[in-house]
């Protein structure tokens, strides 16, 4: 009900907010602001007519104005705050051109030519490496987009999908569509990579580790301008969970043109998907930036033919400029999702009594009459090693949540501004399970007899404030407070009603956080320093039956603060084109909630308190540096990182000797592990009609404390991987798009029924390439459609993630219909 209750309330403020844009009250106060106008031109200096021209102020975030050069290739923005900003144009048969910084007086008629060249690899601004936008060449981090024109490109379905070539990354998902997916950067935990939505933080505070991993599977390619990825440490900007990185999804700003799209598509499996997306501007000089989008993805069969799978995703953004310098914005996102479950692999046949086992799965012909209900016992293993996960009728979950965000942001003067943001977050995982079971049912010792329902409801509010300071040409400050309250709601529905139990956990903490930027030497060198304190308190647990309930009439002390700190270095050498970059800094991880307060119930033995309500924050220390060349005329573009990642503290589950509360086992403060290795990257765009892009990655991780007996080597990381994008294009119609990602091998845990405990796998590495068509008809100035055609793993090599058979050669066509 408080999440129902919650959701209406963030939903009629959006609606206030966006009827404002007609209230009279506001027509005194418009003032007539700044303009900045120019014209497009190629090479030669000859107009180019309807190029796409954005406009982001240089200080925040909030304002992203865009319009369309007319037929002689001028544009004009109107109304504009004083300050920096920063220009970037494109248009079909050209290079996506470099981002130019523009000042702007107040009042004043300000004017920018802009060149496009016909062919230079893509060179995006970027907002997730300060918070702010930013230009290639100001960018200290290591930084990749993927931009809305590459995920149409490679027809990415889902998010996860498009990260899947990224340097440093490693994208696992463990099955078909709606099955789990996991994202780990340079060889860290799932956990150590934060996840955005425009900037705002997205996690799941009902998972054990408080992180986003429970919903990533969720995320459809809806109304998405770009995914930024910040690889090495971003606490001190993003707060917790940032250790390794920061995945941002940017939605659909708006703005310019009423524009939007009509797609359809479908293929092998059942699967099916559709979307539909607005996106435009309204009143005079574009007062009202809107976008708006839903999507839907169903799969009826998934990879055994029995794992169904739907999301459907909505997104709405609006930007409403009151007056030049007074902006009100909202956002909002939501997801609903189902999918079939299947049971966890296991350890099968006569195996070693110790060390790494070659993993060789169970046949698909023994799997099946396995699950038709043939003991295990009486399978021709053929020396298997391991059973795949197999089906299980009755087990399910539905996932939920909800994001909006509110902001104020005004701009005084050109050298001061300020924004108040309010962000709500309300999820919702469901797990169904029942008694039907594959094989013989006494080898499930703890599948239930009946059906259960076990719900997990967790909420995040967050009030911010920052403003940003210029001191001088060179020195931006920017500083923030935050307030955020967090819940956790869990619920229990036992076969028996005496087996039912409850959990009700709440903290809330404040957070301080400063960054300092500096340019010199006409923007060659670029200085970035930041910090960040948080401080919690915990609320009193409730637990439902009380009778028995740990942690009662306990007084909890404030845990342990967080503080981190990080500060990066670039310096440009512009007439060759090389720029050189580190970056420094420390990272936490807030131990969740269920790490604090996580219990198991049970009819017969009560409650078994898992948590420790004084755990310390998880802290990390990681460095990286890296060299970045251009060359060709920005026809080619290089890069090198050397990455290293130390966690010095972390939560992990192991033994309680004297326990204050009397738990024999649970979550504990333990040593961590190093991660550390080299990315090289490659992107080249020898003409208009070619883009290559290709990157290997070498990690080494190890554990300070092994998971599996005398294994310290990291879980799910492959020490190499390669990834490959090459698109070509015949005339202004026809596309061909090849992906390719290859790993070595990696080891994964796998349980053992026979002595309950985890041995250690070695899975083979994954080699799957995807091949995409697609053919545009122009259908009038504004108007095409596009048919295209994609081959998912086009070798059809069959390989396993973590003991999890993934989808074979499939393919899919659709239409996409852009207005």
Do not use: W
Request: neutral net charge; hydrophobic residues 40%.
């Amino acid at each position: 009900m408080r999440r129902e209750t919650f959701i209406r309330t963030t939903v009629v403020a959006c609606a206030l907010l966006l009827t404002t844009v007609y209230a009279p009250a506001h027509a005194s106060a418009q003032g007539q602001g700044a303009t900045l106008s120019g014209r497009v031109t190629d090479p030669r200096g000859d107009s180019v007519a309807r190029a796409t021209v954005t406009l982001r102020e240089r200080a925040r975030t909030q304002v992203r104005l865009s319009t369309r050069a007319d037929g002689a290739g001028a544009y004009r923005f109107e109304r504009l705050a004083p300050g920096e900003y920063i220009v970037e144009a494109e248009a079909p048969g050209f290079a996506h051109v470099a981002a130019q910084v523009v000042s702007v007086a107040r009042a004043a008629r300000a004017t920018l030519d802009v060149r496009l060249e016909v062919a230079g690899v893509s060179t995006e601004v970027v907002v997730t490496a300060a918070d702010a936008p930013q230009t290639a060449d100001e960018v200290s981090k290591a930084v990749t987009a993927v931009t809305a024109r590459e995920i149409d490109e490679r027809d990415e379905a889902t998010v996860a999908e498009a990260l899947r070539t990224v340097p440093g990354l490693r994208v696992q998902q463990l099955g078909g569509p709606g099955s789990f997916v996991s994202v780990k950067t340079r060889g860290l935990r799932n956990q150590d990579t934060s996840v955005l939505i425009d900037g705002q933080r997205f996690r799941d505070p009902a998972t054990p580790q408080g992180d986003a991993t429970s919903f990533l599977s969720d995320f459809n390619v809806t109304g998405a301008s770009r995914v930024e990825v910040l690889r090495g440490s971003g606490s001190s900007l993003y707060g917790t969970n940032a250790v390794g990185g920061v995945v941002n999804l940017v939605t659909e700003e708006g703005g310019g043109p009423f524009r939007g799209q009509l797609f359809a598509e479908g293929g092998g499996s059942g699967f099916a998907r559709g979307r539909a997306q607005v996106s435009g501007s309204a009143g005079e000089a574009d007062r009202l930036a809107f976008s708006a989008g839903v999507s839907h993805l169903n799969s009826s069969g998934g990879v055994d033919g029995d794992d169904s799978a739907r999301a459907t995703n909505a997104q709405g953004r609006a930007l409403l400029r009151l007056t030049p310098a007074v902006t009100l914005s909202a956002r909002v996102y939501a997801s609903d999702s189902f999918a079939q479950l299947n049971e966890d692999p296991q350890a099968v046949g006569t195996l070693p009594p110790s060390g790494v086992i070659e993993a060789r799965p169970v046949s698909r012909e023994e799997l099946r009459r396995y699950e038709s209900g043939t003991p295990l016992g009486q399978l021709n293993l053929n020396g298997a090693t391991f059973l795949p996960a197999a089906n299980d009728a009755d087990f399910s979950r539905a996932g939920r949540f909800f994001s909006g965000a509110l902001a104020f942001a005004q701009r005084p003067s050109e050298a001061f501004g300020y924004a108040v943001t309010y962000h709500g977050l309300a999820t919702r995982n469901s797990f169904r399970e029942g008694p039907a079971v594959p094989g013989d049912p006494a080898d499930f010792f703890f599948e239930p007899r009946g059906s259960t329902v076990n719900d997990f409801d967790g909420s995040v509010h967050t009030l911010a404030a920052r403003a940003d300071f210029r001191l001088g040409r060179h020195n931006l400050v920017d500083v923030g407070y935050e307030f955020e309250r967090e819940s956790f709601f869990t619920r229990f529905a036992d076969v028996a009603p005496s087996g039912n139990s409850s959990a009700d956990v709440t903290e809330r903490s404040h957070s301080f956080f400063v960054q300092d930027q500096l340019r010199f030497l006409d923007d060659r060198l670029q200085l970035s320093a930041a910090f960040r304190a948080q401080t919690f308190r915990l609320g009193s647990p409730t637990f439902t039956p009380s009778a028995g309930a740990p942690y009662a009439g306990l007084a909890f002390d404030s845990p342990s603060n967080a503080y981190t700190g990080d500060g990066s270095i670039a310096y440009l050498f512009r007439r060759v084109g090389t720029k050189l970059r580190g970056h420094v800094g420390n990272g936490y991880r807030k131990p969740s909630l269920y790490e604090r307060f996580g219990t198991f119930y049970s009819s017969f033995f009560g409650y078994s308190a898992l948590g420790d309500p004084r755990l310390a924050p998880e802290r990390s220390l990681a460095f990286d540096a890296g060299v970045d060349q251009t060359l060709a005329s920005n026809r080619v573009r290089l890069s090198a990182t050397y990455f290293y990642t130390r966690l010095q503290e972390v939560v992990s589950f192991g033994d309680t000797p004297d326990d204050p509360f009397g738990r024999f086992g649970g979550f504990v403060n333990t040593g961590g592990g190093l991660a550390r290795g080299v990315e090289l990257s490659g992107e080249f765009a020898p003409s208009r009609r070619f883009d290559l892009s290709a990157s290997y990655t070498h990690t080494n991780s190890d554990l300070r404390r092994a998971v599996v007996a005398g294994v310290l080597r990291a879980f799910a990381v492959a020490d190499h991987q390669f990834t490959l994008v090459a698109t070509g294009r015949v005339g202004s119609r026809v596309a061909v798009n090849f992906d390719l990602v290859a790993s070595s091998d990696y080891l994964a845990p796998i349980f053992d029924p026979s002595t309950f405990t985890n041995r250690a796998y070695r899975f083979g590495g994954m080699r799957k390439g995807d091949l995409t068509a697609s053919y545009t008809f122009p259908l009038s100035e504004t108007r095409r459609l596009r048919l295209f055609g994609k081959v998912e793993n086009v070798f059809g090599r069959d390989y396993y993630e973590n003991g999890f058979r993934t989808p074979g050669r499939q393919g899919r066509a659709g239409a996409a219909l852009h207005f």
